[in-house]
């Protein structure tokens, strides 16, 4: 059982910076891999980048490269989204979720993680 909490939402200007943290309980943090998620209002949720268990390997959606980084302190049991250069597109509540699939692959369907946060709101304004 892995319990997620986000932290680090909140309203920015556009091509300021924010960085999300998701803290994990439990003993196995460093077993699952680690990804965020983003939901506009009125769209479905949606994948933005994944970490392998060791944090050595990352994946993004097209529009975040560059300006997105995800990383992962498994001393800590935290996941973070370093994110820059913002715009108003990037405005939705971000989750953070885990998934114990196989640590070969990256996944970016909902339904393939086992474990949700309870999100925080990023507001980005024009």
């Known amino acids: 059982q892995v319990q997620l909490v986000e932290s680090g939402g909140g309203l920015v200007q556009a091509g300021g910076s924010l960085r999300l943290s998701c803290a994990a309980s439990?003993?196995?943090?460093?077993?699952?891999?680690m990804a965020w998620f983003r939901q506009a209002p009125g769209k479905e949720r949606e994948f933005v980048a994944a970490?392998?268990?060791?944090?050595?390997?990352?994946y993004y959606i097209d529009s975040v490269k560059g300006r997105f980084t995800i990383s992962r302190d498994n001393a800590l049991n935290t996941v973070y989204l370093q994110m820059n250069s913002l715009n108003p597109e990037d405005t939705a509540v971000y989750y953070c979720?885990?998934?114990?699939?196989?640590?070969?692959?990256?996944?970016?369907?909902?339904?393939?993680?086992?474990?949700w946060g309870q999100g925080t709101q990023v507001t980005v304004s024009s």
């Open positions: 970490i392998s268990v060791s944090g050595e390997s990352t």
């Open positions: 979720a885990a998934t114990n699939k196989n640590k070969k692959y990256f996944y970016t369907r909902t339904a393939d993680y086992n474990y």
């Open positions: 439990g003993r196995t943090f460093s077993s699952y891999g």
